[in-house]
């Protein structure tokens, strides 16, 4: 790979750009904005159950504030990028000069746009049904028997990550475009593990989850291809990271450590002095100028507002971990672009000064392990197993009773692709793409109408 050949205005589904005062890369995030999938966010867990009568994080406000991280880290990298090949390509100096930011904004719009309801425990749940079910009998059939090795890899191991590849570039029955006809370049930007769910590798960051299902191999191929991924070999399909991902995940990881705990402080559920001292020890640790620290406090002491001081540090923690991460990314950037840099921006930082440390321990005894966490995820392990345990029989039996009828006609028209194959694994897509789009409020509803807790009115 080099710098000036791994972009390009190129587009799912579409042969030519349209012209107009928007870039490409500004299109993209625009159309990404404006779809139902990004909108339905807004009712899907982050970490704490919603609603509630104290405003917390759904899954589109983190990615709005993801997009404004990923905004500053694609603009520190792009600005020294377009300096050092200014001499070698006009086209690469304006397009990290003014358009990588647009990139990394619409990919970290996008990088949770394929999870389902319940937080990270919809996916679990998801997973759980097929395995907890592998032996069960459809048509005198086992559930695993239906499909090859590589396709019960792919629905065992339901992952968030590559169903954004789905969504982003799958075309949907009655559709126009291939997804939301996005860029090359922004899709690859949240291609977060370039690997099909066999190719699962813990040893390797880029291959710690799979990225992509099989279904979307042809869309990950071309893109690949067009961008000068390097394959890996064997017959696994799997790649080498773009480099843009780095920037995508480093405005994740670095969202998510810090807002959970101002969450967490705001509902009640972390005290005060403990995340006023996380915080400040993530401060001290990126910045340990005597200055620094004591301007740093004269604020803090001059506000009179409990969450308007831990909104202030939460703004401190954020800004200087997202200049690391440029750092960090600017220091690798040839292995990085060689694809053998093997961590994470912020692992790399996380190694160097220990800024985090007691943050995720913080944070994962006492927050990933709370009551109201851990009851929500309970309840989407239900919601969704017993729903798929509906969708999935009458998908795959060959003739389906007066019950499996009536629930397939549940399906809106863009899910409906099983009518037209015979793919027992093209028949769970549509399942998936269902329930995948559920919110918490609507997965909830269908849940207590079909198990017949509550009896639906007329409408």
Not at 71 to 92: F, N
Not at 162 to 174: C, M, S, Y
Not at 245 to 253: C, I, P, R, S, T
Not at 290 to 315: V, W
Request: with cysteine; glycine share 6%; hydrophobic share 40%.
């Amino acid at each position: 790979m080099n710098w000036e050949t791994i972009f390009t205005t190129q587009r799912i589904g579409q042969q030519k750009e349209s012209a107009g005062p928007r870039s490409g890369f500004q299109k993209d995030f625009d159309r990404i904005i404006f779809s139902s999938a990004f909108r339905r966010l807004q009712n899907k867990t982050q970490v704490f159950p919603l609603p509630g009568s104290t405003f917390v994080h759904n899954r589109l406000t983190h990615s709005l504030e993801v997009a404004s991280v990923g905004r500053s880290l694609g603009s520190m990298v792009g600005e020294k990028l377009s300096k050092e090949i200014a001499d070698k390509s006009s086209d690469s100096y304006e397009f990290y000069r003014y358009e990588l930011a647009n990139v990394i904004a619409a990919g970290c719009l996008a990088h949770d746009i394929g999870n389902p309801a319940f937080g990270h425990s919809g996916e679990k749940a998801i997973s759980a049904y097929f395995i907890n079910n592998a032996n069960s009998l459809i048509d005198e059939k086992q559930l695993q028997s239906f499909f090859s090795e590589r396709e019960w890899a792919d629905i065992s191991n339901f992952e968030g990550n590559a169903n954004a590849i789905r969504i982003l570039t799958h075309v949907f029955k009655g559709r126009l475009t291939a997804g939301l006809g996005l860029t090359y370049t922004t899709i690859a930007s949240i291609l977060k593990y370039p690997c099909e769910a066999t190719g699962i590798d813990k040893r390797f960051k880029h291959r710690k989850k799979f990225g992509f299902f099989l279904s979307e191999a042809h869309a990950v191929h071309a893109i690949a291809e067009k961008l000068g991924m390097h394959r890996e070999e064997g017959e696994t399909v799997m790649y080498k990271r773009h480099p843009f991902v780095y920037l995508v995940e480093a405005a994740d990881d670095i969202c998510y450590s810090i807002i959970d705990m101002e969450d967490a402080h705001r509902l009640g559920i972390l005290s005060h002095d403990l995340v006023r001292t996380s915080f400040f020890h993530v401060i001290d640790c990126l910045n340990d100028e005597q200055d620094f620290k004591k301007r740093t406090e004269e604020i803090y002491d001059r506000i009179d507002d409990m969450n308007e001081k831990i909104s202030f540090l939460r703004a401190r923690a954020i800004n200087l971990l997202t200049i690391k991460a440029a750092e960090v990314f600017w220091e690798n950037r040839q292995s990085i672009l060689e694809g053998t840099f093997n961590d994470t921006l912020i692992d790399n930082i996380e190694n160097r000064y220990g800024a985090l440390k007691e943050v995720m321990k913080i944070s994962n005894e006492k927050i990933y392990n709370h009551d109201t966490v851990l009851e929500i995820e309970i309840a989407g392990y239900n919601v969704m197993s017993e729903l798929l345990g509906l969708f999935v029989p009458a998908l795959l039996k060959k003739k389906p009773d007066h019950k499996d009828e009536k629930v397939l006609k549940l399906f809106p028209v863009q899910f409906r692709e099983f009518e037209d194959t015979n793919s027992p694994y093209e028949k769970v897509l549509s399942a998936f793409d269902l329930i995948s789009g559920m919110t918490d409020l609507y997965a909830t509803e269908m849940y207590r109408k079909l198990k017949g807790v509550d009896i639906p009115q007329h409408r």
